[in-house]
Each structure stands twice: as C-alpha cells, then as structure tokens.
C-alpha cells in the first residue's frame, strides 16, 4: 500500500535519507481515487525505485548521466547535434507524458512558462543534484533502460549503425551495404544531422538525418559526386542510342543532370538534336486555319465577358489558353486583357472607429490575461494582439490608433514590472501554502534569472516586511 509522505521534496537536506515510517507517512483510512493512468504511472515509478534499491551499480558523477540523457534527447528530436537542448518542446512533450495531476503528486510539477524548473536545471551541464525520483521520471520519459543507463555508454547515431546502403542505380552493388564510414557534420540551415556517404565507386551522397524510418535509409537530399561508375554507365546509354529521358530514368536523375554531365564527359548528345528536330516538325505542321479559329475562340470569350481578367478567362476555358499558350502564346500574351490595378481601399478606413472599438476590446483582453490563474504573464502589445487575433495591425499601425496606444502605455509591462509582478504572486502562494517566505525561495519560486536577482533583493525584503508589517495582500 502506498502512502502520502509528510516528507517534502524541497526545504531540507536533499542528501539526508529519511525512511518510510508511520510517524512519516500520512496514513489517510479515507482511499484517495486516482484514474488508472496515474496509478499505472505511480506503479511504474515504484518499480523503477525497487530495482534501483535492490541492484548494485557503480557510482557515476552526475555529469555522467547528463551526458546520457543528451545523447537521447539527440534521438528524441529534443537536442541539436550540437547539444543545444530545445527546452520549450522538452517540458511541453513532458508535460504531456505524464499529466499535470501525475507530477503535482510526486512533488515534480512543472510551469512550462517559467525559466526556472527542476527539468531544466537536471538536464543543463552543470554540478546541480536533483532528487533521484525526478532522475527517473526523465529516465523512463527518454525510453531508457536503468541498466543500459548504468551499464552502457550511449552514442548518437542520428543514421544508425553502419555499413550503409550504395545509392548509385548505375553500380552492380546498388542498395547494398557496401559504405562503412560516413561523416557526420551539423547543417545550419535545416538545424539537424547531416551525413556525408562516399561509396568505393565514388558515388558520394548528402542526407540530412535523422533516420527516423526504414525508408529514410534509401533518401538522398543531394548528390555530392556521381563517380567514375556512374558516368562510365552514362556513356553507354548515350552509345545504346537511347533518349534523353530513358537515360534519365535509368540513371535516377532529371534530364538536366544528364545533360550536364553527357557536356562535361563530351558525349556527342544525339538526343539533344532530335528533340529539336522534333518540335520545329510539330511546329510546322501547325494547320493555320485551327490557329486561326482559337484566336477567334479567344476574342469571342472576352466579348462575352469584358471584365474579366486573363486568369478569370483562363479558368472558364482552360483548353482553349492552354493550347494557345503552347503554340501561339506571343499572339496570346498581345491580345489577353491587361492587368488590373487593384484599388487599394486603405484610406477609406474610419481609424478613429477602429480605435473606439479596438480600444475597448484590449481594455477586456488586460483584464482578462490579469484575472487568469496561475503565475502571471508578461502584458506586451504581442501578447494582446495574440489573443484578439489583430497583433498584425498593433504592432504595424498603433500609431493611427492614440486612444489604444495610450492605454497601452499605461499596462505594457517592462522587465523590471514584469519580474515585481511574479514576486508579489509567489509571495501570495507561499502565503497560502504557510511556507516560510526567505529571499531566495520567493526568488526561485517566481523564476528570477540569476543577473537580476541582486538588484531585486532590496525590493523583495521592502514587499515581504510590507506583508508582514500590514498584513496587506498583494
């Protein structure tokens, strides 16, 4: 049977070891009713801590494990190949593992708005200790095995392990595993893995990773180098007489590709000649007369419909532009309506009614955003616009709205307003909670990055004397 401990998690020597007694725990006769995903949750746990109590494992320094976790978190899609950990996505998708109602009850609960909390400092590079519950709950969170974690050391391997597949259609060995090492780099660009392939028969191709699929492993972003093989195999189609495209086709690249490398390789390109020999045929058998009637087709439709526009045109008789397009599409192009100017109706707006109206809409939206629960939000212009759906028009033409600017003015919050806010709000919930309010708690719970605490300590002690002195609530 489980039950509720008068122990916390916080507020005493995290390394003292207190044990399980019935002074310690709270024996309530009245059952708590939990769903069955908090209880296969809290089971979970109690596994997870009976195997860690009954096993033996050799002692590790903390930097061990945070150099664990960071190699998962790369697999998980949560960390860069850099090791730039993407905090934000970590507590939501962590948060939505286990459930606000879970972690409130192993004492681990999480605001994922805050630059302050227990997931991101045991995950961040530095001597911190966490408790080791919480190193549990990120352990079966990241799909880790406690004896693996122990025992083995993880390695990221954003392609898996190798050898890898050839990519090169024109090699005997294509699709076979004949690549044993690839060079792994970061790109900039697409923020993920990138994998450099070079096979022996110099077909060397670029992936950007990870492989999250059995399909991923046959993907190319780019070809880096074609090889030896693959343009000895191009000279033998273009010998064999085949087309343009059938050579693309076989070789798995676009015609331009063929072309480009059929110019370098100096092959006499008899494709090329053809294909132009080809259209000037079509072009010259053209009969004048169906010419003639598409043109007529043409001026008939815009007398039909004089106000509309070439592509209006177009979507009414898409046969008959298309054809006209192909062949005739100078004549098209100098007897198609012109473009329209489009009126631009920006003036005609009433600004001074648009400012009533948006005022009172951003007074409510204030009022709003303050009475919500929780730890207060930072007010700004982009917040405001977010919740009324309009931040576009705020931040690019507040200033043809004055009576919304100055109300604006007067709630937008600065930093140092911000961070007051956030200190008298922990200082209300420690209150409810009778914890001893001391500087550094009410720091801590209200999230202050440590470069501002110094100059807001003299303002905490003046706010928590005020309550103490007066009474007064904040």
Same mark, same amino acid.
């Given at each position: 049977?489980?039950?509720?401990?008068?122990?916390?998690?916080?507020?005493?020597?995290?390394? /003292?070891?207190?044990?399980?007694?019935?002074?310690?725990? #709270?024996?309530?006769?009245?059952?708590?009713?939990?769903?069955?995903?908090?209880?296969?949750?809290?089971?979970?746990?109690?596994?997870?801590?009976?195997?860690?109590?009954?096993?033996?494992?050799?002692?590790?320094?903390?930097?061990?494990?945070?150099?664990?976790?960071?190699?998962?978190?790369?697999?998980?899609?949560?960390?860069?190949?850099?090791?730039?950990?993407?905090?934000?996505?970590?507590?939501?998708?962590?948060?939505?593992?286990?459930?606000?109602?879970?972690?409130?009850?192993?004492? +681990?609960?999480?605001?994922?708005?805050?630059?302050?909390?227990?997931?991101?400092?045991?995950?961040?590079?530095?001597?911190?200790?966490?408790?080791?519950?919480?190193? !549990?709950? @990120?352990?079966?969170?990241?799909?880790?095995?406690?004896?693996? @974690? %122990?025992?083995?050391?993880?390695?990221?391997?954003? %392609?898996?392990?190798?050898?890898?597949?050839?990519?090169?259609?024109?090699?005997?060995?294509?699709?076979?595993?004949?690549?044993?090492?690839?060079?792994?780099?970061?790109?900039?660009?697409?923020?993920?893995? &990138?994998?450099? %392939?070079?096979?022996?028969?110099?077909?060397?191709?670029?992936?950007?990773?990870?492989?999250?699929?059995?399909?991923?492993?046959?993907?190319?972003?780019?070809?880096?180098?074609?090889?030896?093989?693959?343009?000895?195999? !191009?000279?033998?189609?273009?010998?064999?007489?085949? +087309?343009?495209?059938?050579?693309?086709?076989?070789?798995? $690249?676009?015609?331009?590709? $063929?072309?480009?490398?059929?110019?370098?390789?100096?092959?006499?390109?008899?494709?090329?000649?053809?294909?132009?020999?080809?259209?000037?045929?079509?072009?010259?058998?053209?009969? /004048?007369?169906?010419?003639?009637?598409?043109?007529?087709?043409?001026?008939?439709?815009?007398?039909?419909?004089?106000?509309?526009? #070439?592509?209006?045109?177009?979507?009414?008789?898409?046969?008959?532009?298309?054809? !006209?397009?192909?062949?005739?599409?100078?004549?098209?192009?100098?007897?198609?309506?012109?473009?329209?100017?489009?009126?631009?109706? %920006?003036?005609?707006?009433?600004?001074?009614?648009?400012?009533?109206?948006?005022?009172?809409?951003?007074?409510?939206?204030?009022?709003?955003?303050?009475?919500?629960?929780?730890?207060?939000?930072?007010?700004?212009?982009?917040?405001?616009?977010?919740?009324?759906?309009?931040?576009? !028009?705020?931040?690019?033409? @507040?200033?043809?709205?004055?009576?919304?600017?100055?109300?604006?003015?007067?709630?937008?919050?600065?930093?140092?307003?911000? &961070?007051?806010?956030?200190?008298?709000?922990?200082?209300?919930?420690?209150?409810?909670?009778?914890?001893?309010?001391?500087?550094? #708690?009410?720091?801590?719970?209200?999230?202050?990055?440590?470069?501002?605490?110094?100059?807001?300590?003299? #303002?905490?002690?003046?706010?928590?004397?005020?309550?103490?002195?007066?009474?007064?609530?904040?």
């Amino acid at each position: 049977m489980l039950y509720d401990s008068k122990v916390p998690i916080k507020g005493f020597n995290k390394h /003292e070891f207190k044990a399980a007694t019935v002074k310690e725990c #709270k024996v309530n006769r009245n059952k708590n009713t939990y769903s069955d995903d908090v209880l296969e949750k809290l089971y979970n746990l109690a596994l997870d801590i009976q195997y860690i109590l009954e096993y033996r494992f050799n002692n590790k320094p903390t930097k061990c494990f945070k150099e664990q976790y960071l190699t998962k978190l790369k697999e998980h899609g949560l960390a860069n190949i850099t090791g730039r950990i993407k905090q934000k996505e970590l507590l939501e998708n962590f948060v939505d593992y286990y459930g606000d109602k879970f972690l409130k009850l192993v004492q +681990s609960d999480i605001d994922i708005h805050s630059n302050y909390n227990w997931l991101t400092e045991l995950v961040r590079n530095n001597k911190k200790t966490s408790h080791p519950i919480r190193h !549990l709950l @990120l352990i079966r969170f990241l799909g880790i095995s406690i004896h693996d @974690l %122990f025992n083995q050391k993880f390695e990221y391997e954003p %392609f898996g392990q190798g050898p890898w597949s050839c990519l090169n259609p024109a090699a005997d060995h294509y699709l076979q595993n004949t690549i044993k090492d690839i060079d792994i780099k970061y790109s900039a660009d697409s923020k993920s893995p &990138q994998g450099i %392939f070079k096979c022996a028969c110099g077909f060397t191709y670029v992936r950007n990773g990870p492989d999250r699929t059995i399909e991923d492993k046959y993907k190319i972003s780019r070809v880096k180098q074609y090889g030896c093989v693959w343009e000895s195999k !191009l000279k033998h189609f273009a010998e064999l007489g085949l +087309s343009l495209r059938e050579i693309a086709r076989k070789l798995k $690249v676009d015609p331009a590709t $063929v072309n480009k490398y059929a110019a370098k390789l100096g092959i006499d390109k008899g494709w090329k000649t053809g294909k132009k020999d080809i259209k000037k045929k079509k072009v010259s058998i053209f009969d /004048e007369n169906i010419k003639n009637n598409k043109r007529k087709e043409w001026l008939q439709l815009q007398s039909k419909y004089p106000n509309k526009s #070439k592509t209006e045109l177009r979507k009414l008789n898409k046969g008959l532009y298309m054809w !006209l397009y192909r062949n005739d599409r100078q004549w098209l192009d100098a007897n198609s309506p012109n473009c329209k100017e489009v009126e631009n109706n %920006f003036n005609r707006i009433d600004w001074e009614e648009r400012d009533k109206e948006i005022y009172y809409k951003v007074k409510k939206a204030v009022s709003k955003i303050e009475e919500k629960d929780g730890k207060p939000k930072r007010i700004t212009v982009s917040l405001i616009g977010s919740e009324l759906g309009i931040k576009s !028009l705020l931040e690019k033409h @507040l200033d043809k709205l004055p009576m919304t600017k100055k109300y604006l003015d007067t709630v937008v919050d600065d930093i140092r307003d911000y &961070q007051i806010k956030r200190i008298k709000w922990a200082i209300k919930e420690m209150k409810k909670e009778n914890e001893e309010i001391k500087i550094w #708690k009410v720091l801590r719970k209200a999230g202050i990055r440590n470069d501002y605490r110094e100059n807001l300590k003299s #303002k905490i002690f003046s706010l928590i004397k005020e309550h103490t002195k007066r009474g007064e609530q904040l």
